[in-house]
């Protein structure tokens, strides 16, 4: 089994940074795929960002790309999202997210999940 534990998020105002980490326990293969999707309320749960372990290739979506970085550090198992330039449209639960192949090919059922953390940004 696999655990994803988030920690950082809150209120950040508009052009401003924040940092979210996310830890995972459980089976290395299962966590080849780290990384992070966002979901605001009435709408479905959206990719933003991963990094595979086993290569350091990195996946962005366009709407954060140059903009959010994501890292990991492969000794305690635990990825970083540093986001930057925020903008209202960023506003969101953002969930950590673990798994070597669905994350890439959009099988959200099989992905593991964190319980999520608030990020808000104000104007």
């Known amino acids: 089994q696999v655990q994803l534990v988030e920690s950082g998020g809150g209120l950040v105002?508009?052009?401003?940074?924040?940092?979210?980490?996310?830890?995972?326990?459980?089976?290395?293969?299962s966590?080849?795929?780290?990384g992070w999707f966002r979901q605001v309320p009435g709408k479905e749960r959206e990719f933003v960002t991963?990094?595979?372990r086993s290569s350091g290739d990195t996946y962005y979506a366009a709407s954060?790309?140059?903009r959010f970085t994501i890292s990991r550090d492969t000794a305690n198992d635990t990825v970083h999202l540093q986001m930057n330039a925020l903008t209202l449209e960023d506003t969101a639960v953002y969930y950590c997210a673990a798994h070597p192949?669905?994350?890439?090919?959009?099988?959200?059922?099989?992905?593991?999940?964190?319980?999520?953390?608030q990020i808000t940004v104000s104007s």
């Open 64 to 66: 954060v790309k140059g």
């Open 13 to 29: 105002q508009a052009g401003g940074s924040l940092t979210i980490s996310c830890t995972a326990s459980g089976r290395a293969f």
């Open 31 to 34: 966590t080849d795929v780290m």
């Open 101 to 117: 192949v669905a994350i890439t090919s959009g099988n959200m059922d099989a992905i593991y999940w964190g319980r999520g953390t």
């Open 50 to 52: 991963a990094i595979r």
